[in-house]
């Protein structure tokens, strides 16, 4: 951490008062949220925004008095920092630990390939701070985790979870209900979008004698397993898609922050419910392959908070004690078993003897099956190698089941020189494909009785560019 | 919306209610694009009204396009991580899987993402 957060401005988050007419004489940085006359950088700056109608003086006043957290400089943080700052937040903190990689700049419009290397959080402020060198940017370049979420979180007033796995998405989101923040909420991977406000306006733990927000478990109660997750560094992301959901936070977080629907709300005798927005999960789900629309967004209405929820339930036990002593154990609890295959040593094969029984012509005649997706397999692939999605190989599978048919048809009809004996081997991006792939085939007779070989390629065409060619263009 | 309408055909005398279903967040790659209008058997085997629980099965039976069913169900049951709704409500305040699906009811089926 760079900056002492102590030296953070005050100016907790109240709101401000509403002031008609002129103001007094009372310029400058003014005390803990009250009006003050903008000075006239700020005016020149922020006109555009404040005269909208719902912004106001007030409303400027309000975002420059207040502080944001968000966790996650990637391609979720860095629109949604963009505009953020831009809107003139007095206080912006960023959590990242990572560098920015090359990889990174088609979505993170943050970084710039002159800061590769650089750690995330300076790349996003140097960013920033080009754009808007009026908020306070307070950098913290390491993960958020059990032990430092709640000390980070509680000097914010509104967070903005932009982070990519689900064990700090229950952190994050636990923490805000213990210590009250609101919480804008979003995730991408491949082509879909996701974006949910939550905890807002933000009501203690436990009270359940209303209707109030829900949090992030009221919504999503279990993890998906581990398996059936996919990350943007498998799956890939379309840039837009993520920078549509980092700008649609971003938009959510100065609404909460201009109306001051961050405020927990003391008065329980006064309804709620007039401040308490539909919650609604926003889904953008962006089709590659029509070349124009249908466009999909769709609202769907979530139920409020719920009264069996593990966290801002009734009964509730989540403490902020208890996070920081290991309990609930986020790691554990997004990472139930998942299922491992682990083929016998005769049906495998590493890659750099797979390379080398090749290159001294010990397996002159045999079929190199390639279970990549269609676009990873674009760009290159071993000598020889027939690409089988391995969706498409199971789909086939299931068929031939099914329907009856011929085991070979599994295989490419096209090769020639295959005969019933010709060793099969099979390679995937991973290693986990193929071993499935392998079980898959013997299981359907593929290996006539064991005349045939069926050999899983271990580690994939990962350990393949490893070990045998680096310069293998390997996504 | 609609752009894989699906004409229900059926042979048996079997009755059937209509409804649309719906899949977002990786889910629609499964099943495909759209939603999806589909007429299902009023009763499953045993004669007991279809309930959200023998719509899965079904849709896994008659709709997958892909054979991963374990990214749809595990044990039987929709895999976690899944977010259904009815009727714009979420189906726990609906009795999830033992609700008994009415004629013209939307059923939407949600992967929640976490990547960013
Ligand atoms: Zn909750």
Same mark, same amino acid.
């Given at each position: 951490m760079q900056q002492d957060i102590a030296q953070q401005p005050e100016a907790k988050s109240v709101p401000v008062l509403v002031n008609n007419g002129q103001d007094g004489p009372n310029n400058g940085t003014s005390g803990v949220g009250g009006s003050r006359r903008l000075t006239e950088e700020e005016f020149d700056r922020y006109s555009r925004q404040m005269i909208v109608p719902g912004v106001g003086k007030d409303g400027q006043l309000r975002l420059i008095n207040s502080r944001i957290l968000i966790i996650g400089a990637g391609g979720l943080g860095c629109p949604a920092a963009q505009y953020v700052a831009g809107a003139g937040v007095g206080t912006i903190g960023i959590v990242d630990g990572d560098v920015v990689e090359v990889s990174n700049l088609h979505r993170q419009v943050g970084h710039v390939a002159s800061r590769i290397g650089m750690k995330k959080v300076d790349s996003l402020i140097t960013h920033l701070r080009g754009l808007n060198t009026l908020p306070t940017y307070v950098p913290y370049g390491f993960h958020i985790g059990p032990q430092n979420a709640a000390e980070i979180i509680s000097q914010y007033d509104l967070v903005?979870? /932009? %982070?990519?796995?689900?064990? %700090?998405?229950?952190?994050?989101?636990?923490?805000?209900?213990?210590? /009250?923040?609101?919480? @804008? #909420?979003?995730?991408? @991977?491949?082509?879909?979008?996701?974006?949910? =406000?939550?905890?807002?306006?933000?009501?203690?733990?436990?009270?359940?004698?209303?209707?109030?927000?829900? /949090?992030?478990?009221?919504?999503?109660?279990?993890?998906?397993?581990? #398996? #059936?997750?996919?990350?943007?560094?498998?799956?890939?992301? =379309?840039?837009? @898609? @993520?920078?549509?959901?980092? =700008?649609?936070?971003a938009g959510e977080a100065i609404k909460i922050l201009v109306s001051a629907l961050h405020i927990p709300s003391r008065d329980f005798s006064i309804p709620l419910e007039r401040n308490l927005a539909q919650p609604t999960l926003l889904i953008y789900t962006y089709e590659l392959e029509n070349a =124009?629309?249908?466009?999909?967004f769709r609202a769907l209405k979530m139920a409020g908070r719920k009264k069996n929820c593990f966290a801002c339930g009734e009964n509730s036990t989540l403490t902020l004690e208890g996070i920081q002593s290991g309990t609930p154990n986020y790691e554990q609890f997004c990472s139930l078993p998942s299922p491992t295959f682990t083929l016998p040593p005769d049906e495998r094969i590493t890659a750099s003897a797979y390379h080398e029984a090749r290159s001294r012509g010990e397996i002159p005649n045999h079929l190199l099956l390639d279970t990549r997706e269609k676009e990873h397999f674009s760009f290159g692939s071993i000598d020889g190698a027939v690409n089988i999605p391995f969706g498409r190989l199971l789909a086939k599978a299931a068929a031939i089941k099914r329907e009856g048919g011929a085991a070979s048809e599994l295989l490419p009809g096209e090769v020639l020189g295959v005969t019933e004996d010709t060793p099969v081997f099979v390679v995937c991006r991973r290693g986990l494909d193929s071993q499935e792939a392998v079980e898959k085939l013997k299981e359907l007779g593929v290996n006539n009785g064991g005349k045939r070989r069926i050999v899983d390629i271990v580690g994939g065409m990962k350990a393949w560019k490893d070990d045998v060619d680096p310069t293998f263009p390997w996504v | 919306m609609a752009d894989s309408t699906e004409v229900p055909i059926r042979e048996s005398e079997t009755p059937t209610i209509s409804i649309t279903v719906d899949f977002y967040g990786g889910l629609d790659t499964l099943f495909g694009k759209g939603q999806h209008k589909l007429a299902i058997p009023a009763a499953d085997k045993s004669g007991s009204p279809s309930t959200i629980g023998f719509l899965v099965t079904h849709l896994c039976e008659t709709k997958m396009n892909d054979p991963r069913t374990d990214l749809f169900v595990l044990d039987g049951?929709?895999?976690? &991580?899944?977010?259904?709704?009815?009727?714009?409500?979420?189906?726990?305040?609906? &009795?999830?899987?033992?609700?008994?699906?009415?004629? &013209?009811d939307n059923v939407v089926f949600v992967s929640t993402l976490h990547g960013g």
């Open positions: 903005m979870d /932009c %982070t990519d796995n689900p064990a %700090t998405r229950y952190l994050i989101s636990d923490i805000c209900v213990l210590l /009250c923040k609101p919480l @804008v #909420s979003a995730a991408s @991977v491949q082509k879909s979008g996701q974006l949910i =406000v939550l905890n807002c306006p933000p009501t203690p733990q436990g009270r359940v004698d209303g209707k109030y927000a829900p /949090c992030y478990r009221c919504c999503f109660k279990k993890p998906p397993p581990p #398996s #059936s997750m996919l990350s943007c560094g498998e799956a890939g992301i =379309v840039g837009p @898609v @993520v920078g549509m959901m980092g =700008v649609a936070q =124009v629309g249908p466009y999909s | 049951h929709i895999r976690p &991580g899944i977010l259904v709704l009815i009727n714009e409500a979420d189906w726990e305040l609906e &009795g999830e899987e033992a609700y008994e699906i009415q004629s &013209g």
